[in-house]
């Protein structure tokens, strides 16, 4: 008897109902590869209008997460329209090979730099491990189905881009960017080096909040501004959260325009801004006071308080950095430890000393504190405050705290000498101001999100005290510190030498061979750049140099938190270097959060692996997955979410079957 399903008039077709995506997907990347598939396209549409999405490069570092493929995949779907729609739409991959997760990685195997190996070994090393980690990545982007010159990728350890991140830096340098100082910068104790303000991270970190006495060496001088006689002591209260920095404390700031109001106590005087007197008594537990009268900060400017650690003396100084939101209104000022406190004291020529020794703990010859880390130092400063009586209130807070992106440790600010790209000393923040608002920013909120980094960004700290890295090949005369005047033409020499022979060349050339006999007047610079810096120039190294390309890109598509990042650092080289943005839109899309909106994490048991997805259901649901995102938001993924989207393809491939 026949069966049932004979006895149907159902169509005829060799199109498979099961799609056996996860083995055949590398069947048909492996055909595609062979008949040179891009290579077809971009023969197709040679002589066509080009467009240009510049692919940011992600780090030679670890596996591929659902992050990177939400990335990948929205690009590819973008460059593959792009095609279709007539384009020429080629696409360059790139990565990110020098810093600090490289150098951590060799280092666990082979031990720190000039240890068991040399320098150029270690250098080597982290070449190696950087070219394996390309490989891994390669070869997952491929699987992801993306579309790419995959057979030449960009490469930051090329030869011949680190040759022309030496000659961006002379573009910089040219255009009057390049600033060297003694200033603050963000500091990681474990990294041994500066960080830029793109590589910290805050997260919440329990400090203690103190209150500390600075008493006025003549209280008589600040009492007749309020026309009183008094015979008690006169005291300017300071808050702060890092009681570290008080030994290198140089002066009191307040805000000249503020109102200070005298406050009697049954033992002395206070100064306090008037919106803060109910908060700071209720703090000190006083509720017996009286209000004098009051009088604007700029009638104490120059008189004297008492340090209140060491037996010397500081000013009273005026800046507009002093806000009313919290504390007392009188800001403890350390000029080594805080931007503010830097710019105010340098106004007020005030002693830039920095107390603290690179690897966190205070320099011997300072008082009290000698040989101290300074991450553990809270303890014995408020000891010394109490025997001073001088510590007003004390209590624990939880509050933003800066850290490293790579050791997730707390960081400090250190006045160091450092190389920087000035914002202002030549107009270059006004510049990209006015480059920002010729940019399309999708979303919209993107504008002015940039907008305000950028206005309220602080000089960029591009030198690192690493070994892995493009060298900044300067030389500084010994006794003057100013650049060699010939730098721009030593720039030019370093980097033929690079582009043969690698940024070893750098450290191991004798300074004779690029300035003969002022060799003995000058000093070679071994800092190496910041790799922010590396990729921020790609727009120079690749977009000006590949033929295939263009500058600027129709597209730069990142994740939002680029706009502090590559987004950032692409844009101030720009404009720093030829004065025009390197892009004509910004796309930004959301990070990717499980089906609560939580950060996918290892530990909270919601990370979601990306090569489990692809063996179990394939890429081509990644990429209805993607495809089916608002990707202006957070975007969610979990398995229950992917086996959806897997019922979704199922539902559209039966019907294209019977269709």
Same mark, same amino acid.
């Given at each position: 008897?026949?069966?049932?399903?004979?006895?149907?008039?159902?169509?005829?077709?060799?199109?498979?109902?099961?799609?056996?995506? %996860?083995?055949?997907?590398?069947?048909?990347?492996?055909?595609?590869? %062979?008949?040179?598939?891009?290579?077809?396209?971009?023969?197709?549409?040679?002589?066509?209008?080009?467009?240009?999405?510049?692919?940011?490069?992600?780090?030679?570092?670890?596996?591929?997460?659902?992050?990177?493929?939400?990335?990948?995949?929205?690009?590819?779907?973008?460059?593959?329209?792009?095609?279709?729609?007539?384009?020429?739409?080629?696409?360059?991959?790139?990565?990110?090979?020098?810093?600090?997760?490289?150098?951590?990685?060799?280092?666990?195997?082979?031990?720190?730099?000039?240890?068991?190996?040399?320098?150029?070994?270690?250098?080597?090393?982290?070449?190696?491990?950087?070219?394996?980690?390309?490989?891994?990545?390669?070869?997952?982007?491929?699987?992801?189905?993306?579309?790419?010159?995959?057979?030449?990728?960009?490469?930051?350890?090329?030869?011949?881009?680190?040759?022309?991140?030496?000659? %961006? =830096?002379?573009?910089?340098?040219?255009?009057?960017?390049?600033?060297?100082?003694?200033?603050?910068?963000?500091?990681?104790?474990?990294?041994?080096?500066?960080?830029?303000?793109?590589?910290?991270?805050?997260?919440?970190?329990?400090?203690?909040?103190?209150?500390?006495?600075?008493?006025?060496?003549?209280?008589?001088?600040? =009492?007749?501004?309020?026309?009183?006689?008094?015979?008690?002591?006169?005291?300017?209260?300071?808050?702060?959260?890092?009681?570290?920095?008080?030994?290198?404390?140089?002066?009191?700031?307040?805000?000249?325009?503020?109102?200070?109001?005298?406050?009697?106590?049954?033992?002395?005087?206070?100064?306090?801004?008037?919106?803060?007197?109910?908060?700071?008594?209720?703090?000190?537990?006083?509720?017996?006071?009286?209000?004098?009268?009051?009088?604007?900060?700029?009638?104490?400017?120059?008189?004297?308080?008492?340090?209140?650690?060491?037996?010397?003396?500081?000013? $009273?100084?005026?800046?507009?950095?002093?806000?009313?939101?919290?504390?007392?209104?009188?800001?403890?000022?350390?000029?080594?430890?805080?931007?503010?406190?830097?710019?105010?004291?340098?106004?007020?020529?005030?002693?830039?000393?920095?107390?603290?020794?690179?690897?966190?703990?205070?320099?011997?010859?300072?008082?009290?504190?000698?040989?101290?880390?300074?991450?553990?130092?809270?303890?014995?400063? =408020?000891?010394?405050?109490?025997?001073?009586?001088?510590?007003?209130?004390?209590?624990?807070?939880?509050?933003?705290?800066?850290?490293?992106?790579?050791?997730?440790?707390?960081?400090?600010?250190?006045?160091?000498?450092?190389?920087?790209?000035?914002?202002?000393?030549?107009?270059?923040?006004?510049?990209?101001?006015?480059?920002?608002?010729?940019?399309?920013?999708?979303?919209?909120?993107?504008?002015?999100?940039?907008?305000?980094?950028?206005?309220?960004?602080?000089?960029?700290?591009?030198?690192?005290?690493?070994?892995?890295?493009?060298?900044?090949?300067?030389?500084?005369?010994?006794?003057?510190?100013?650049?060699?005047?010939?730098?721009?033409?030593?720039?030019?020499?370093?980097?033929?030498?690079?582009?043969?022979?690698?940024?070893?060349?750098?450290?191991?050339?004798?300074?004779?061979?690029?300035?003969?006999?002022?060799?003995?007047?000058?000093?070679?610079?071994?800092?190496?750049?910041?790799?922010?810096?590396?990729?921020?120039?790609?727009?120079?190294?690749?977009?000006?140099?590949?033929?295939?390309?263009?500058?600027?890109?129709? $597209?730069?598509?990142?994740?939002?938190?680029?706009?502090?990042?590559?987004?950032?650092?692409?844009?101030?080289?720009?404009? %720093?270097?030829?004065?025009?943005?390197?892009?004509?839109?910004?796309?930004?899309?959301?990070?990717?959060?499980?089906?609560?909106?939580?950060?996918?994490?290892?530990?909270?048991?919601?990370? $979601?692996?990306?090569?489990?997805?692809?063996?179990?259901?394939?890429?081509?649901?990644?990429?209805?997955? $993607?495809?089916?995102?608002?990707?202006?938001?957070?975007?969610?993924?979990?398995?229950?979410?992917?086996?959806?989207?897997?019922?979704?393809?199922?539902?559209?491939?039966?019907?294209?079957?019977?269709?």
């Amino acid at each position: 008897m026949a069966e049932y399903k004979d006895t149907l008039n159902l169509p005829n077709t060799s199109f498979p109902m099961k799609a056996s995506l %996860a083995t055949r997907e590398p069947e048909m990347l492996a055909q595609w590869q %062979a008949n040179g598939i891009y290579e077809q396209i971009r023969k197709t549409h040679a002589g066509d209008k080009r467009f240009i999405l510049h692919d940011g490069p992600p780090y030679a570092n670890g596996h591929l997460h659902c992050g990177h493929a939400l990335n990948k995949i929205l690009k590819d779907i973008i460059v593959k329209s792009k095609s279709f729609s007539g384009y020429d739409a080629p696409f360059v991959p790139g990565w990110d090979c020098h810093g600090l997760p490289i150098e951590l990685n060799v280092e666990k195997k082979e031990g720190k730099a000039g240890t068991k190996l040399s320098a150029r070994e270690f250098r080597a090393k982290c070449r190696e491990y950087a070219a394996s980690q390309i490989d891994i990545q390669l070869e997952e982007f491929q699987r992801l189905g993306v579309f790419g010159d995959w057979q030449n990728p960009y490469v930051t350890m090329d030869y011949q881009y680190e040759a022309n991140i030496v000659r %961006a =830096l002379g573009l910089i340098i040219k255009n009057g960017h390049l600033q060297q100082g003694f200033k603050p910068v963000y500091w990681c104790i474990d990294c041994g080096s500066a960080l830029a303000e793109a590589e910290v991270e805050y997260e919440d970190k329990t400090s203690p909040s103190i209150d500390v006495a600075f008493t006025a060496v003549k209280p008589e001088e600040f =009492l007749q501004h309020f026309k009183i006689q008094g015979s008690k002591p006169v005291v300017l209260p300071i808050w702060t959260t890092t009681p570290w920095t008080l030994p290198a404390n140089e002066a009191v700031c307040l805000h000249a325009e503020v109102d200070y109001s005298l406050i009697e106590t049954d033992q002395r005087y206070f100064v306090i801004a008037t919106d803060l007197i109910e908060a700071t008594m209720t703090r000190y537990g006083i509720t017996n006071y009286s209000d004098k009268g009051k009088v604007k900060g700029q009638a104490f400017e120059l008189l004297k308080l008492q340090h209140p650690l060491y037996q010397r003396e500081v000013p $009273v100084i005026l800046g507009a950095h002093v806000t009313t939101d919290s504390g007392t209104g009188c800001v403890h000022t350390a000029p080594a430890h805080g931007p503010d406190d830097y710019v105010v004291g340098k106004l007020y020529q005030l002693p830039l000393i920095n107390p603290v020794k690179a690897n966190g703990c205070y320099a011997d010859d300072v008082e009290l504190f000698a040989g101290l880390s300074v991450l553990k130092a809270n303890d014995a400063i =408020l000891q010394v405050l109490k025997d001073h009586s001088v510590l007003l209130a004390e209590e624990s807070i939880r509050h933003s705290y800066p850290h490293c992106w790579r050791h997730k440790s707390p960081m400090i600010f250190l006045a160091t000498p450092q190389w920087f790209i000035s914002m202002d000393q030549n107009h270059l923040r006004q510049e990209i101001m006015g480059q920002i608002d010729k940019v399309n920013w999708v979303p919209d909120w993107g504008k002015a999100r940039i907008h305000s980094m950028v206005d309220t960004r602080p000089d960029w700290c591009i030198s690192r005290q690493r070994a892995w890295g493009t060298p900044m090949p300067l030389f500084v005369h010994s006794s003057t510190r100013e650049l060699h005047p010939n730098t721009l033409e030593i720039l030019e020499k370093v980097a033929t030498v690079i582009e043969k022979s690698g940024i070893d060349a750098w450290f191991e050339m004798d300074a004779k061979e690029l300035i003969g006999e002022d060799a003995e007047h000058y000093d070679k610079i071994t800092d190496t750049m910041d790799v922010w810096l590396d990729s921020g120039v790609t727009h120079y190294c690749v977009l000006k140099q590949n033929n295939s390309l263009q500058f600027p890109a129709d $597209v730069y598509f990142e994740g939002s938190d680029q706009h502090r990042g590559w987004f950032n650092s692409s844009l101030t080289t720009s404009v %720093a270097m030829y004065g025009v943005a390197p892009y004509k839109t910004v796309l930004t899309h959301g990070y990717t959060v499980d089906a609560e909106g939580r950060k996918l994490s290892k530990s909270k048991g919601n990370y $979601v692996a990306l090569d489990k997805l692809i063996n179990q259901h394939g890429a081509d649901i990644l990429r209805l997955w $993607v495809a089916s995102t608002d990707y202006r938001n957070e975007v969610s993924i979990s398995e229950e979410i992917i086996k959806r989207n897997a019922d979704a393809y199922r539902r559209i491939r039966n019907t294209a079957r019977f269709l």
